[in-house]
């Protein structure tokens, strides 16, 4: 059984020794946060070694540290300890911040996690959060659901398929029932944000995308739904111009359907295939069942057809 996710709530780990503050920050002001609140020393807080976001927009990132040299860390966050030091599981982008300005010491919540409980905790609160990119986004779910399911990230998305193709009716293997789909639908219900057939059937597929498709998406510079659009041409040259187009311009999904239309060569008909077209449209023209002279050796021929293509399943 997966370990349930640490509550909100104070808890104990290795007390830090209170430091002055660099900045507007108080001791009060951090009472005013809360009991459990302390004050940690930078040189004893460590990014851990994965963590679910990669990406930070620049600007949000800019206005964050601006925020922080003028007023300080106005809300604690979230470690752990390991060892003699504390490992950040919530609030990357503060201690960022408080780096850049040069605190010496941040607001904290200090909170006994395992490994496996501050991942979970991170991914959950990350998730949770409106600005989080779509890649960032699938990849954390698919971390989330890997801790759950107690299996490696790459063993997730066949589950997700076998599940997807059990509700279509494709196939008959009761995957639904078992224990492993039901924590998948369990996880999606807390998550609140998609259902498990739309991220198997939109989001998935996001990770297989070129991987300069990727980066743009992960850097927030264009929405998924056109990346996937502009991945349909084959041409690494098209593609690329396409993104760089679409971006510049602000091209609307519409807009990119037509171009990746225009790009794409014209579909070659089968020879055999035209014949059987013309031919079943010409005998729907002349109806040639009303005609006496006709509708024998039809039949015939309809019988013949039918045997073959009764001998083909």
Not at 25 to 37: D, H, I, K, M, T
Request: aromatic fraction near 6%; charged fraction near 30%.
């Amino acid at each position: 059984m997966s370990p349930k996710l640490p509550q909100r709530s104070r808890s104990s780990g290795p007390p830090a020794k209170p430091a002055k503050q660099t900045q507007n920050s108080s001791e009060a002001e951090v009472a005013e946060l809360g009991v459990a609140a302390q004050f940690v020393p930078m040189e004893r807080i460590s990014l851990p070694e994965s963590q679910p976001r990669r990406y930070f927009d620049e600007a949000a990132m800019q206005q964050l540290t601006a925020s922080v040299q003028e007023h300080g860390i106005l809300q604690p966050i979230i470690v752990r300890p390991v060892g003699e030091k504390y490992e950040v599981v919530a609030g990357e982008r503060r201690y960022r911040a408080a780096m850049e300005v040069g605190l010496t010491q941040v607001p904290a919540l200090v909170r006994e996690m395992s490994d496996e409980q501050a991942i979970q905790y991170a991914l959950v609160e990350n998730l949770q959060r409106e600005d989080l990119n779509p890649v960032e986004e699938t990849e954390g779910i698919l971390q989330l659901l890997a801790l759950r399911l107690g299996c490696d990230p790459a063993g997730v998305a066949p589950l997700l398929y076998r599940m997807e193709n059990e509700a279509k009716g494709k196939i008959t293997q009761n995957v639904l029932g078992n224990s492993g789909a039901e924590t998948v639908e369990q996880v999606f219900a807390e998550l609140g944000r998609i259902s498990w057939q739309s991220f198997t059937h939109a989001r998935l597929p996001l990770l297989k995308l070129p991987a300069n498709i990727l980066e743009a998406l992960r850097e927030g510079r264009i929405e998924y739904t056109k990346a996937l659009e502009i991945a349909k041409l084959e041409s690494d040259a098209d593609r690329m111009a396409l993104l760089e187009e679409a971006i510049e311009q602000s091209l609307s999904l519409s807009q990119i359907r037509e171009r990746v239309k225009a790009k794409k060569p014209p579909v070659e008909r089968d020879e055999l295939q035209t014949r059987l077209e013309k031919v079943y449209y010409k005998v729907k023209k002349l109806k040639v069942w009303d005609s006496p002279s006709k509708r024998q050796k039809f039949e015939f021929l309809l019988a013949e057809m039918e045997a073959l293509l009764s001998g083909d399943d």
